[in-house]
């Protein structure tokens, strides 16, 4: 095993509204950032959405210790990244150079 999974994300647009979906329950760090990027009006972003990989916060809030137990029921400190990473790209917004850790 090479400590990879799969999951799913979608980005649909629906007239003027952009809809994603996260496989899991996104802190509201996560979900700001990504509702910047998003260009629809409406916006909206569904959460726990075709699978559950526990909670979804970037890799700075994960490590604090005021967090210990969103990061054991989370799986990786790096999934609010990588999840960020591709919404943006399947959104037609890839990340700048320097966004991309």
Not at 2 to 19: K, V, Y
Not at 42 to 67: H, Q, T, W
Not at 69 to 92: D, P, T
């Amino acid at each position: 095993a090479d400590g990879r999974i799969t999951s799913e994300i979608n980005f649909w647009r629906l007239g003027p509204a952009w809809i994603v979906t996260v496989p899991g329950e996104p802190y509201p760090a996560f979900a700001e950032l990504l509702r910047r990027r998003m260009s629809g009006v409406p916006n909206f972003i569904f959460s726990l959405a075709n699978d559950e990989l526990g909670y979804v916060m970037f890799e700075n809030d994960c490590r604090k210790k005021l967090y210990d137990y969103e990061r054991s029921m989370a799986v990786s400190c790096k999934i609010g990244h990588q999840l960020y990473e591709e919404l943006s790209r399947l959104m037609g917004q890839p990340l700048a150079q320097k966004e991309k850790k």
